[in-house]
């Protein structure tokens, strides 16, 4: 079955703009989260979505945000670009909620920069 | 969740069996330890977990000592491409979602 389809690949924005990425999940995953890479922090999460509303967050400003519409599939946004939010964006999917036996399936990511 | 420490760097010659270790001397009861690797560029790779008990599946063996507080990852047979950074994890078996905290793991590099 496919995997976690991340669009798009690559992104160069400029300082001061606004971006959206896309996640869809492989079918039947219910859970999509999503991380940020850099070199300086590693991979850090950033907010998980479980049936359209959002249950956990990480320690982000307000201009990340998310939302997962009814097919499961989800989008970030990220408003007022800063050089620091350059970066390796990853969706990860899982079919539960529930941690004990969930495995989390990433895709290739969303390789986000800012100029 | 449980913070885990692993080695930031280690060597293995292709062919042979790399054990990977993870401390996670605060793991609580109901926390499993899981493994991922990232391939340079990619995303994140899920590996194995466990409870208590010895794991094995396709890609790997997952040890945890009887005490749970810590773990080794056995690639038996590494290859070229099990280069990679490895990371461990515990997360806890509740409903509170998939929230995965990363470390900075063990980059492992296995040579010719």
């Known amino acids: 079955k496919a995997g976690v389809t991340q669009t798009p690949r690559y992104l160069i924005k400029t300082r001061g703009q606004q971006v959206t990425l896309s996640c869809s999940p492989i079918s039947g995953h219910r859970s999509v989260s999503w991380y940020q890479q850099t070199p300086g922090q590693g991979l850090q999460f950033l907010f998980e979505y479980f049936s359209e509303t959002q249950r956990n967050k990480g320690n982000f400003p307000g201009r990340f945000s998310g939302r997962q519409f009814s097919n499961s599939r989800s989008e970030m946004n990220v408003s007022t670009l800063e050089l620091g939010d350059s970066a390796l964006y990853l969706c990860a999917s899982s079919l539960s909620s529930q941690a004990g036996n969930t495995e989390a399936f990433f895709g290739q990511g969303t390789r986000l920069t800012v100029v | 969740d449980a913070k885990t420490t692993q080695p930031p760097s280690m060597d293995c010659a292709e062919g042979r069996a790399a054990n990977l270790p993870c401390n996670h001397s605060?793991?609580?009861?109901?926390?499993?330890v899981y493994w991922y690797r990232q391939i340079h560029s990619q995303g994140p790779q899920y590996i194995i977990h466990?409870?208590?008990n010895n794991e094995t599946n396709e890609m790997a063996s997952l040890i945890i000592t009887e005490d749970r507080k810590s773990s080794t990852l056995i690639l038996p047979h590494a290859t070229l491409r099990d280069t990679a950074v490895y990371y461990c994890i515990v997360r806890a078996n509740n409903n509170a979602g998939n929230m995965l905290t990363f470390g900075g793991g063990t980059r492992l590099m296995v040579k010719p």
């Open positions: 605060t793991i609580s009861g109901n926390e499993y």
């Open positions: 466990g409870l208590k």
